[in-house]
């Protein structure tokens, strides 16, 4: 089965900008994968921050934004803010939409 | 507002078996396709299975295959999964998620109900 891989910890400080990357075993990830992102904090369920791609959910700031970047999927946060501290998860899919696998996740420090 | 609540996790014995269920509330429950997905304690997030709307269409992870079936009763709003032949990693939260109408991706969780495979 794919597997889908994110860098395991990244650390930014507040009010800077960092890139998480998701990368797939089969090849490029494209927007046909319609990648997706979710944030975690302890003790909670996921919250979708991100999906197809690009489009942000209604209730994600606009500090989150979704790419392609250089053959893998890319969660960019500006303006980076305590808050944001969490675990982040992608999301790809395959077989024509529906089947699904997740990546690692990236715990990501704000210090 | 959209509610998704699981329940029927515990503690079962290798080899055993367990249905969880999934109620809905809020939506149009009919129109969506639901996920499940599980995390192993301290562990990530691993997708396991997803039903379209309808409930024509079923996928799922290669390691529950064979062992784990899903469904949905569109008429009583429900999402289920039949868990047979169960092992010691499939202890884990299991999260049914809503899948979106328009566009292919999941945009609200449940809380979770707690599956321990244990002897």
């Known amino acids: 089965q794919v597997v889908v891989t994110q860098e395991p910890s990244l650390t930014v400080s507040p009010g800077g900008t960092v890139t998480l990357t998701c990368a797939s075993s089969s090849g490029a990830v494209t927007s046909g994968n319609h990648p997706s992102w979710f944030q975690q904090k302890p003790g909670q369920p996921p919250r979708a921050v991100v999906y197809?791609?690009?489009n942000r959910h209604s209730w994600t700031p606009a500090r989150f934004s979704g790419s392609l970047l250089g053959g893998k999927a890319a969660l960019t946060m500006s303006g980076v803010q305590p808050e944001d501290e969490a675990d982040y998860y992608c999301l790809l899919y395959y077989g024509g939409g529906l089947l699904g696998v997740f990546g690692g996740g990236t715990r990501l420090t704000v210090l | 507002q959209v509610h998704l609540v699981e329940s029927g996790g515990g503690v079962v014995q290798p080899g055993g078996s367990l249905r969880l269920s999934c109620a809905a509330s809020?939506?149009?429950?009919?129109?969506?396709?639901v996920h499940w997905v599980r995390q192993a304690p301290g562990k990530g997030l691993e997708w396991v299975a997803v039903?379209?709307?309808?409930?024509?269409?079923?996928y799922y992870t290669d390691s529950v295959k064979g062992r784990f079936t899903i469904s949905r009763d569109n008429s009583k709003n429900n999402l289920f999964i039949q868990m047979n032949s169960l092992r010691f990693d499939d202890t884990a939260v299991y999260f049914c998620?809503?899948?979106?109408?328009?566009?292919?991706?999941?945009?609200?969780w449940g809380r979770g109900t707690l599956v321990t495979v244990s002897s």
């Open positions: 809020g939506f149009m429950f009919g129109s969506h396709p």
């Open positions: 197809s791609t690009n």
């Open positions: 039903i379209s709307y309808d409930g024509s269409e079923k």
């Open positions: 998620a809503r899948g979106m109408v328009r566009g292919i991706g999941i945009d609200d």
